[in-house]
């Protein structure tokens, strides 16, 4: 059950959700809706498509919400060149973290030196101007083995968390693989697990297995159930 002592449980749930929206379907009304819930429930951030960073930014204005947006999504298979132009243009567009997919053949193909140049390229972008990098695994693509790699790979790069899913492939976050990478990665990088977390419950079950960071596109679900029981004195 979910602490609901005064003050504390909704701003410490709101602290681990980045709200989402990366549906391509997604306009302006859309971004404006999500930057007003997050300002109302102070969430950590948001997360959208580059398009939308100026805009997110500006919605964003003088609040605590950072704007978080996608690199190489969804699949990773963009070129290095083109993942570090996209993490400079997006955070000179005023995003504050780079969520971006590692390259999954490559690292299924074995070619790890690969994988850690990409992303140890992006890291060294976004750091020199302030911004952190969270690292998509997606997880579901991969077995244990590559998954482990892939973490050691990401803190051998200068990471700031894994990552497990984008939302987009055969199946989101699962309490084993963020297990599997909150032991890989230690206490020195985050975790975030996104990718069907739709409840409190859901929530509460990736927080235990070692997520540090929530990526939903239900924040507002998630969160609603906790202020109600404060209202009611519960």
């Known amino acids: 059950m979910?602490?609901?002592?005064?003050?504390?449980?909704v701003r410490n749930i709101a602290a681990l959700i980045d709200h989402t929206l990366l549906k391509p379907q997604a306009t302006a009304a859309d971004i404006r809706k999500l930057c007003q819930e997050a300002r109302r429930y102070e969430f950590i951030a948001v997360c959208v498509n580059p398009y939308w960073v100026t805009l997110a930014s500006a919605e964003l204005a003088e609040s605590s919400v950072r704007v978080a947006t996608v690199v190489?999504?969804?699949?990773?298979?963009?070129?290095?060149?083109?993942?570090?132009?996209e993490t400079e243009a997006a955070i000179t567009s005023g995003a504050r973290e780079i969520d971006m997919v590692l390259n999954i053949g490559e690292l299924c193909g074995g070619n790890l030196d690969a994988v850690r140049m990409d992303i140890a390229a992006v890291v060294a972008s976004a750091h020199a101007r302030s911004a952190l990098v969270k690292v998509i695994l997606e997880t579901a693509l991969l077995n244990d083995d590559q998954k482990t790699a892939a973490?050691?790979?990401?803190?051998?790069?200068?990471?700031?968390?894994?990552?497990?899913?984008t939302g987009f492939s055969t199946q989101g976050a699962t309490m084993h693989d963020v297990a599997l990478m909150r032991r890989v990665v230690g206490q020195d990088l985050g975790v975030k697990a996104s990718g069907g977390i739709r409840t409190l419950e859901d929530l509460e079950a990736m927080r235990a297995a070692g997520a540090s960071r929530i990526g939903t596109s239900a924040g507002v679900t998630i969160i609603e159930p906790v202020q109600a029981t404060l209202r009611g004195g519960s």
Request: proline residues 5%; charged residues 10%.
């Open 2 to 9: 979910v602490s609901t002592a005064p003050g504390g449980s």
């Open 72 to 85: 190489g999504f969804p699949l990773g298979a963009n070129t290095t060149a083109i993942k570090v132009a």
């Open 151 to 165: 973490c050691t790979i990401c803190k051998q790069a200068g990471a700031d968390f894994v990552k497990t899913s």
